[in-house]
């Protein structure tokens, strides 16, 4: 038995796309954070349970899905994961195996401006997706949330297409909404920014990403993410320092 979660803000142009293909699920639990589209709307069309949560992090608002999961296992994909037939098929046969492992990642495709990038650090993209959850939970990060275990964790065969880009407004949005999540976390540890975390830490991310991790070898594509990612770490810093000026 596999209970499938989501967590939405919305997500109309996905949601149902996304359902379908949860349909080998014994149920779906989708927590959204009170869309003003109509994302429960359509949800709510299809044999799902829907519940409303307002937003704090988004560990927080993953775990609270997993509470809500009647099974043991659990997927737990993002909403522009594309989750193939032969995905699907390998989840429940892992599932069902005898002496499953507790937790399995998935290797990710990352698809940016209608192209497959194969570098920029996302050769090594794994992240679990699969896991029993009396021995999984996310880890509390605000943002960049990852589940942690003390279990050995496999690896699937079969891959997820991950295509987190609508537009360029819209992605660069999702990033200005991580920045200001890692600025709220870096707040809470007492980080106070400084000329180091203005000038060095977005050139380091830049250089890093398109040299060091191979963006360079994806072509225009490449240098846009490298680009946009490095200015999002500069905003990062930018959203703590009017933290402590009490600027809005």
């Not at 949601?15 to 989708?30: N, Q």
């Not at 909403?79 to 005898?98: F, Q, R």
């Not at 830049?206 to 963006?215: A, N, T, V």
């Amino acid at each position: 038995m596999i209970s499938a979660l989501a967590i939405t803000y919305n997500e109309e142009s996905n949601i149902e796309s996304y359902i379908e293909s949860l349909s080998f699920a014994d149920e779906i639990i989708i927590v959204d954070s009170f869309s003003t589209d109509q994302t429960v709307a359509l949800a709510k069309k299809h044999k799902v349970t829907v519940v409303q949560r307002a937003f704090d992090n988004f560990s927080a608002q993953k775990n609270h899905a997993i509470s809500l999961a009647k099974n043991d296992w659990v997927v737990f994909f993002d909403l522009d994961e594309k989750i193939s037939e032969s995905l699907a098929k390998e989840i429940v046969s892992t599932v069902n195996s005898k002496n499953p492992l507790k937790a399995y990642k998935v290797k990710r495709n990352f698809i940016f401006m209608g192209k497959r990038l194969k570098y920029s650090g996302f050769q090594t993209d794994e992240v679990i997706r699969l896991f029993n959850k009396n021995f999984c939970k996310y880890n509390g990060n605000s943002v960049h949330e990852t589940i942690e275990t003390s279990e050995k964790t496999g690896l699937l065969k079969n891959t997820s297409d991950h295509d987190t880009y609508k537009d360029f407004d819209s992605y660069n949005q999702k990033l200005s909404q991580y920045s200001k999540l890692q600025a709220e976390q870096l707040f809470e540890k007492n980080v106070r920014p400084n000329m180091y975390h203005f000038l060095f830490r977005p050139w380091y991310r830049f250089m890093h990403q398109y040299f060091l991790r191979g963006g360079i070898l994806d072509g225009k594509e490449g240098f846009i993410l490298a680009y946009i990612n490095a200015f999002s770490v500069f905003k990062r810093y930018i959203q703590l320092w009017l933290m402590y000026r009490k600027i809005n």
